[in-house]
């Protein structure tokens, strides 16, 4: 028999090798492959290799290239169309039909076994293998035939994208999956009537039955000359649109309407509060108080507010707790509480959250993503931060409460009409409540002029009025909700911290309270650094990281260093801005935008940065001085007991590298200043 000779092109392709790779190999080892030299007109001399010398692989790869006779040539004449198998999704059908695959895979291997058979008297043997398999010849030459046109199929798409589809060879022995619920009798005309039949309002009110629908659809059918279906079919289909389709809300709101459709179908808010334990579930939202104080600005200036209340309810017990008030609310308001319930007395780690929908709850550092993103997947998240400040304080996750319904978080709701008709129609300035509807529920006062004789209380003077009522009275009154639950404890103090059912997590240390309470973001490191607030921020470590996305923090009240960290929380370095420290040895928000209206020299940078700087004071993201009843956050020596430590890879990171120091005692030094300095102003309004 002719020896058979290939190109070193195919038997590269063969072998699965490159090229040259081949040529390398051929001449590391001349004597073992055997070659010959062909001469071609106009060009150099061609090298051929012998079939015999290359792989075994190689050789089946080649004998099956000849069995279908050249791939696009097979594909072309023998499908009219792509076979379901190349267009299928693998992991699906893995995960529906596994049993089948792995059996097609152990005929895959039998059907290779037959076509490599190249001996004499080819038909006994497929008559002997047939028998051996228990099928048929017809349909081992059917097997045979998908297998080659699956490796056709395989093959012209590795050579399109390089990817290996040796896996249709095994689909192509497996049944073609039937498909469900496709109908075939009903066209498009027919689905659509029945459809619109069925969920009409009118016909859907009287009860309409599939025999009333059939009915129906034969008349029109005859009239409009449609093919219609039998009345089986019509059966299925109408339940295959109430429970594979999941219509049968959609059918019961077209038959009852919208009211009955909110008492019986739609989820409410309610829960059996009696079955969580204390601290499960903390509601939380903000209220603004129905009466007028006094507010001091800064400039010493004086004016009347409303001011807000943020502080959360616990759903078992009903009690209030991490109560603020202040004149704006924002995110570290809201961490300023969370920290005061957890740190507070009583207190503890809640386990979940229920919150309210606006971007105050929602903001970015407390969720870890943004606002308009939160129904996709969470991403960012580098450090315990910015998986949002709920997560990295020990809560397990927050719920959004259903907007525009307030019996979702009905307990806090309940509480502040409390607060309305119990605390705030004492204050000599109230004004009516701010949601009232009628005209009678306005009360007109001159608050200028009560202002201007002195009448209105201090924000001090409200919150100490405000604490004693909420521990004096509210948490020690019994409450209607609970009684209606069959507590044994009907008052909210006194449930809350006596209730057997209670939720217990430990608290992490405060010193990682301080370190969250800094603002964290992920950003981009240039050949010249890092930029922001639109200077540059430079350290020798960062050359390493140069065109990557590194995490940083930093202080809102000293901006002249940036902590930078890698994005599995390892530290990295301090990055200085060398400008803001010829400036002053430290540098805040405030400063920094008074320092650049000075100079005029950014008024071309980035819109977003410059709104950031421009925004007064008291709504920015840094603690405002306007808040009462904050908790003290510093760290006390040994009277500040962890029960807890976080698990942030972040702070995992700064103990080690505490630990490693030589110069430990600098490094405690330090880390005792930045909670100082981030939580200064709380010391004042304890």
């Not at 072998?15 to 071609?40: A, H």
Request: proline letters at 3%; charged letters at 30%.
């Amino acid at each position: 028999m002719a020896e058979t000779f290939v190109t070193l092109e195919e038997a590269a392709e063969l072998e699965g090798l490159k090229y040259n790779t081949l040529v390398q190999r051929m001449q590391r080892n001349p004597g073992s492959f055997k070659t010959r030299t062909e001469e071609r007109d106009g060009g150099k001399d061609r090298v051929l290799v012998a079939l015999s010398s290359l792989s075994k692989k190689a050789r089946r790869g080649h004998k099956e290239k000849l069995s279908i006779g050249g791939r696009d040539t097979m594909i072309d004449q023998t499908t009219q169309e792509t076979p379901w198998y190349v267009n299928v999704d693998l992991n699906w059908y893995l995960e529906n039909f596994s049993k089948q695959y792995y059996q097609a895979v152990e005929l895959g291997k039998r059907i290779q076994e037959f076509l490599n058979y190249n001996d004499g008297e080819r038909t006994a043997f497929a008559e002997e293998f047939a028998e051996e398999l228990g099928v048929s010849q017809r349909t081992l030459y059917r097997y045979s035939k998908n297998y080659l046109e699956a490796t056709a199929w395989a093959m012209r798409l590795n050579k399109e994208n390089g990817h290996n589809y040796d896996f249709l060879k095994v689909l192509s022995l497996c049944r073609k999956p039937k498909e469900k619920y496709t109908f075939p009798s009903l066209d498009d005309k027919v689905r659509a009537y029945i459809e619109n039949v069925w969920f009409d309002p009118d016909f859907a009110a009287n009860a309409g039955t599939v025999d009333m629908l059939y009915t129906k659809l034969e008349q029109v059918a005859k009239f409009q000359g449609w093919e219609y279906p039998s009345y089986q079919t019509v059966t299925r289909y109408i339940n295959y649109l109430l429970e594979e389709k999941r219509a049968k809300n959609a059918h019961f709101l077209a038959a009852k309407g919208i009211r009955e459709y909110k008492n019986k179908v739609m989820v409410k808010g309610s829960r059996d509060t009696k079955s969580l334990p204390v601290m499960g579930l903390l509601q939380g939202d903000e209220h603004t108080f129905d009466c007028w104080v006094a507010y001091t600005h800064s400039n010493g200036k004086v004016v009347a507010i409303k001011p807000r209340l943020v502080g959360w309810v616990d759903t078992r017990s009903r009690a209030f707790l991490g109560d603020i008030i202040c004149r704006h609310a924002n995110s570290q308001i809201l961490k300023l509480s969370l920290l005061k319930v957890i740190y507070g007395t009583p207190g503890g780690v809640p386990q979940w959250l229920l919150i309210d929908n606006g971007k105050d709850y929602n903001a970015k550092d407390l969720t870890g993503v943004k606002r308009s993103e939160r129904k996709q997947k969470k991403e960012l998240q580098f450090d315990e931060e910015t998986k949002g400040f709920y997560r990295s304080i020990g809560i397990q996750d927050e719920i959004n409460s259903v907007p525009f319904q307030p019996w979702s978080k009905a307990q806090i709701e309940r509480f502040f009409g409390t607060v309305c008709s119990s605390f705030t129609k004492w204050m000599f300035s109230y004004t009516g409540t701010l949601t009232g509807s009628k005209t009678a529920a306005k009360i007109k006062k001159d608050i200028p002029k009560m202002l201007e004789r002195g009448e209105l209380l201090t924000m001090e003077e409200f919150y100490g009025l405000w604490a004693k009522w909420k521990d004096e009275v509210y948490h020690r009154r019994e409450h209607s909700g609970l009684k209606r639950q069959g507590e044994k404890l009907t008052a909210p103090i006194e449930l809350f911290m006596k209730a057997e059912e209670r939720y217990y997590k430990p608290a992490p240390p405060k010193s990682y309270a301080s370190i969250l309470m800094m603002k964290a973001e992920r950003v981009h490191v240039y050949n010249i650094g890092i930029r922001k607030f639109g200077y540059e921020y430079r350290a020798q470590e960062l050359c390493d990281y140069h065109n990557e996305k590194v995490d940083i923090k930093y202080d809102p009240e000293d901006i002249t260093r940036l902590y930078v960290y890698t994005r599995e929380g390892r530290r990295i370095c301090e990055a200085l801005s060398q400008e803001l420290l010829q400036i002053a040895p430290r540098v805040s928000q405030k400063s920094l935008e008074e320092h650049k209206k000075m100079q005029n020299t950014q008024l071309r940078n980035d819109r977003e940065l410059l709104e950031e700087f421009r925004t007064p004071y008291e709504q920015r993201g840094n603690i405002p001085g306007d808040v009462v009843g904050a908790l003290d956050l510093m760290v006390k020596g040994k009277s500040d007991k962890v029960v807890a430590l976080p698990q942030d890879k972040q702070f995992a990171s700064e103990i080690r590298d505490r630990k490693n120091r030589q110069k430990q005692d600098a490094e405690d030094e330090f880390f005792s200043k930045k909670a100082q300095d981030a939580l200064s102003k709380l010391r004042q309004l304890g």
